[in-house]
């Protein structure tokens, strides 16, 4: 069955780094768009960056350009966020989705990012 997993997340004192990772399986992975969102309880789900199937062209939202940085290697099924400089507004839970069209979009169950000193 299809799954996205997930790992790196954790607790971090502001201006230090985390590197998120998110497996595929169950699908064709280099044919889907990948992203990366996150949310805060009470909050929407917000797009944090964005990769092409093949990798060619990324997308970062203005709150993290120049921090972060969404990668993938299609021949492990691996998307990845590289945060740097981190900042307690970047606390959240960090989930990856996987997207070809309406019919085949799939989510992970996230992983927390805690940041504060």
């Known amino acids: 069955q299809v799954q996205l997993v997930e790992s790196g997340g954790g607790s971090v004192q502001p201006g230090e780094s985390l590197r998120l990772s998110c497996v595929g399986s169950g699908f064709t992975f280099s044919a889907y768009i990948m992203s990366w969102y996150r949310q805060v309880p009470g909050k929407e789900r917000e797009l944090v960056a964005q990769?092409?199937?093949?990798?060619?062209?990324?997308y970062g939202s203005d709150s993290v350009k120049g921090r972060f940085t969404i990668s993938r290697d299609n021949a492990r099924n691996t998307v990845y966020l590289q945060m740097g400089k981190l900042q307690p507004e970047d606390t959240a839970k960090y989930f990856c989705k996987a997207y070809l069209n309406f019919r085949n979009e799939y989510w992970g169950q996230g992983t927390q990012v805690t940041v504060s000193s």
């Open positions: 990769i092409t199937a093949n990798g060619e062209q990324t």
